[in-house]
């Protein structure tokens, strides 16, 4: 008998929301708030606010900090 299992995936888009950071970074919300207040990361580059006033992040931007080449 085949069995099958059904998977999905989520791939984020260019900017994402914070409910998608520690699963696609593994960056808590808490780690991600003290890149922002400490300025690691910049508004505007790293993340900034949409139009519902939530806070987004951008995917390639955060790809490039983590590999050095902020």
């Known amino acids: 008998m085949n069995t099958y299992k059904h998977q999905s995936w989520v791939v984020p888009g260019l900017w994402f929301r914070q409910n998608l950071l520690e699963s696609t970074f593994d960056i808590s919300k808490e780690a991600a708030r003290k890149y922002r207040s ?33």
Do not use: C, F, M, Q
């Open 38 to 70: 400490n300025g690691l990361w910049l508004e505007g580059k790293h993340w900034r606010t949409d139009p519902a006033n939530r806070i987004v992040y951008n995917r390639v931007e955060i790809e490039n900090w983590l590999g050095g080449h902020s």
